[in-house]
Nanobody, 115 residues
């Protein structure tokens, strides 16, 4: 089993910044993909950014240039630096770890961008 613990959500004004973190523990294989997804009210969950165990990153077009995902491989921890936040970034952000045929999700952390 794998456990994911997220932290760092909160309320921020438009144009502000937040940093999310996700720590994975348990039976983690050396090859995996970790990342962030988000779900706004009434919308489907969508990919925000992912990073492979080899360090390859992928971003949603809507966050390119504003968000940066990073990974501490030795600690199986990822971070999401979110800058220039917009109201449309408001959502519950979920951490995900995918390895082999298995997908694991964190409990989610709320990010609210509002003045």
């Amino acid at each position: 089993q794998v456990q994911l613990v997220e932290s760092g959500g909160g309320l921020v004004q438009p144009g502000g910044s937040l940093r999310l973190s996700c720590a994975a523990s348990g039976s983690i294989f050396s090859t995996n993909i970790m990342g962030w997804y988000r779900q706004a009210p009434g919308k489907q969950r969508e990919l925000v950014a992912v990073v492979t165990s080899g360090g390859v990153t992928t971003y949603a077009d809507s966050v390119k240039g504003r968000f940066t995902i990073s990974r501490n491989g030795a600690k199986n921890t990822i971070h999401l630096e979110m800058n220039s936040l917009k109201a449309e970034d408001t959502a519950v952000y979920y951490c995900k770890l995918a390895q082999r045929i298995y997908n694991y999700w964190g409990q989610g952390t709320q990010v609210t961008v509002s003045s």
